[in-house]
C-alpha cells in the first residue's frame, strides 16, 4: 500500500467517524456575521492554521480548494464569493466528499445567505485538479500538502499554478520542521497520513513554491504545532514542529529572485533627509519600511540601516 492509499484510508474512516484533534491542532473557526457554523462541520475541522483571509478574497473570487474536508473552509470562503460553483472543492476520498456535502447542507439550514450550490465538490486529486487552465482567482489548502512526498508536491504546486490567473493567489497552511525529519519517522505512512512526518523544512517549503513559478511569497502566520518527542519516536532530540500561512502570487519571478515577505523591515538612522538605494526603496528617517528578505540583506550592507528580524507576520504594505 502507498502513502497516498493509506492517507485516503485514514480519511475515509475520519469522514465516517469525526475524530476531535485528529491530524492537527484544532484551530477555532474564523468568527464573520452572520456565519454560523454546524457542530459536526466543526469537529471536522482536520486543518492546522487557516488559509481564509479575508483581505485576499474581495471583489467575488472564484477558488479551488483542494481536499475539502469536512467543508468548513469551503464554506468560509463561500461567505466570500456567495455565487454559485464560486468554490470549487477537489477531493479524491469519496466519504470525505459525502460528509462535506451533509455538513453543507447542515450548514444552510442555519445560514440564510448560504446555498448548498454555492460549493461545487469534484471528485480528483491534487495531481491533476479538474479545472480548466487560468480558471481560478485562488487556490486554497489546509494541511494537505505537507503529506506529499517532494516530487508530488511539486506535482500538486505545479497544478496549483496552472489553474490560477495571472496574478492569482496560493494560499496554503502546512505544518514545516525545525530541522531535517529522519528517515524512519519520513517511511512511517500512518504518521506521515496524520501531517506528523511529511513535512519539509522552512527554506525547502518555500523553495519549492518558488520553482513551480510564484514570484512573490508571503508569510502570514508562523507558530509551533506539534512536538515529536525523543522518547516516542526514536529520536536523539525533541523535533518541533511548525505551522506555516502562506500566500503565493503568481507573478513573474524577478532576475534577482523571487519576493519572500516574512515580516522584515528596514529603518533609516543616518542624517540625510532620506536614504534612496536606486532600486525603488526611499527610506525615510526613524520610519519602517517592510520589506522583503532578498531586499533585507542588500540594505543590511550600510551602517545608517537597521534591518529587523523577521516576525513571521506580513500583511501587506511594503516593496521588493
Not at 469519496?94 to 439550514?109: C, D, F, I, V
Request: with cysteine; proline share 6%.
Amino acid at each position: 500500500m502507498t502513502y497516498l492509499e493509506t492517507t485516503a484510508r485514514f480519511y475515509a474512516e475520519a469522514a465516517e467517524t469525526p475524530n476531535v484533534g485528529l491530524c492537527c491542532v484544532q484551530s477555532a473557526p474564523l468568527s464573520l456575521p452572520g456565519l454560523h457554523i454546524p457542530i459536526p462541520m466543526q469537529e471536522m475541522n482536520y486543518g492546522c492554521g487557516t488559509t481564509v483571509h479575508p483581505a485576499e478574497l474581495v471583489s467575488n473570487p472564484t477558488i479551488a480548494y483542494v481536499g475539502v474536508g469536512g467543508g468548513l473552509e469551503a464554506l468560509q470562503f463561500a461567505y466570500f464569493s456567495r455565487q454559485v460553483g464560486g468554490v470549487i472543492a477537489v477531493e479524491p476520498v469519496p466519504e470525505m466528499r459525502e460528509a462535506a456535502r451533509r455538513n453543507l447542507e447542515a450548514a444552510a439550514e442555519i445560514n440564510d445567505w448560504f446555498e448548498p450550490e454555492f460549493v461545487e465538490i469534484r471528485a480528483g486529486d491534487a495531481f491533476k485538479l479538474p479545472i480548466d487552465d487560468f480558471a481560478v482567482d485562488v487556490v486554497a489548502q489546509n494541511c494537505l500538502f505537507n503529506i506529499f512526498e517532494p516530487a508530488d508536491l511539486a506535482q500538486a504546486l505545479s497544478e496549483a499554478a496552472r489553474i490560477l490567473k495571472p496574478g492569482g493567489r496560493l494560499i496554503m497552511s502546512d505544518p514545516i520542521a525545525t530541522r531535517p525529519i529522519p528517515a524512519h519517522l519520513q517511511a512511517d505512512e500512518r504518521l506521515r497520513a496524520m501531517c506528523l512526518s511529511g513535512a519539509l523544512t522552512y527554506a525547502e517549503y518555500i523553495q519549492q513554491i518558488i520553482q513551480a513559478g510564484f514570484g512573490q511569497v508571503e508569510v502570514r502566520a508562523r507558530r509551533p504545532y506539534r512536538l515529536l518527542d525523543r522518547q516516542t519516536y526514536n529520536l536523539d532530540s525533541h523535533l518541533l514542529l511548525e505551522s506555516l500561512d502562506t500566500v503565493a502570487f503568481k507573478v513573474i519571478i524577478p532576475e534577482d529572485g523571487a519576493c519572500v515577505f516574512t515580516g522584515k523591515t528596514a529603518v533609516y538612522a543616518g542624517a540625510e533627509a532620506a536614504f534612496d538605494d536606486q532600486a525603488g526603496h526611499i527610506l525615510q528617517p526613524g520610519i519602517p519600511l517592510a520589506i522583503c528578505d532578498k531586499t533585507a540583506a542588500k540594505l543590511a550592507r550600510f551602517e545608517e540601516i537597521l534591518v529587523t528580524d523577521s516576525t513571521w507576520h506580513y500583511s501587506g504594505g511594503g516593496c521588493c
